[in-house]
């Protein structure tokens, strides 16, 4: 599959926060299930530079966040569409949007947080060479939860 990505207008912001729904416990990733963050989604100042579509052909089928935490580590967001997860796409799409994060920002560690639960994404994770680094705790969708941070060099 040949990925490209596209810095993220307000209309594919707002077509990702009201139309992706994802089954099950993994409802916790709905954008409306945590209105902080839907906030942010969908302000394009708060949204800055620093979201993007992944395209492939024309279809938007998902998005990276890359967050300068210092001059040496990029934190990653990443969201794909509902319809795509679970059927073994996790992989390529996370090698691409590193791939796209090395290009850009050249950093020398990549981190992410991902909730505890959601261990088909710490699998690809860690396949990838992602390292498991601590565990913390995070107030998100109306109660608390358990994350993992995790780091790549």
Same mark, same amino acid.
Do not use: C
């Given at each position: 599959?040949?990925?490209k990505?596209?810095?993220?207008t307000?209309?594919? /912001?707002? +077509? =990702?926060a009201?139309?992706?729904?994802?089954n099950g416990? #993994?409802? $916790?990733?709905?954008?409306e299930?945590d %209105?902080?963050? &839907?906030?942010? #989604? &969908? +302000? *394009?100042?708060k949204?800055?530079?620093?979201?993007f !579509?992944?395209?492939?052909g024309?279809e !938007?089928i998902?998005? $990276?966040? #890359?967050?300068?935490?210092?001059?040496?580590?990029?934190?990653l967001?990443l969201?794909? @569409? *509902?319809?795509?997860?679970?059927?073994?796409?996790?992989?390529i799409? &996370? =090698?691409?949007? =590193?791939? #796209?994060?090395? /290009?850009?920002?050249? *950093?020398? %560690?990549i981190? &992410?947080? !991902?909730?505890?639960?959601?261990?088909?994404?710490? %699998? !690809?994770?860690?396949?990838?060479?992602?390292?498991e680094d601590?565990? $913390?705790?995070? +107030?998100?969708?109306?109660s @608390?939860?358990?994350?993992?941070?995790? =780091?790549?060099?």
């Amino acid at each position: 599959m040949e990925y490209k990505f596209e810095e993220m207008t307000q209309e594919q /912001a707002e +077509d =990702i926060a009201f139309n992706w729904h994802y089954n099950g416990e #993994f409802s $916790f990733y709905d954008m409306e299930s945590d %209105k902080e963050d &839907l906030v942010e #989604f &969908l +302000d *394009p100042h708060k949204r800055g530079n620093s979201y993007f !579509v992944v395209m492939n052909g024309t279809e !938007v089928i998902g998005f $990276f966040s #890359f967050n300068k935490v210092s001059e040496s580590t990029i934190d990653l967001g990443l969201g794909m @569409r *509902p319809d795509l997860t679970g059927n073994g796409n996790g992989l390529i799409f &996370l =090698i691409a949007g =590193i791939d #796209f994060a090395k /290009a850009k920002y050249n *950093p020398e %560690k990549i981190t &992410l947080s !991902v909730a505890t639960f959601n261990q088909r994404a710490i %699998k !690809v994770y860690k396949k990838l060479g992602f390292e498991e680094d601590e565990t $913390f705790m995070q +107030d998100t969708n109306g109660s @608390r939860y358990e994350f993992l941070k995790m =780091i790549y060099y």
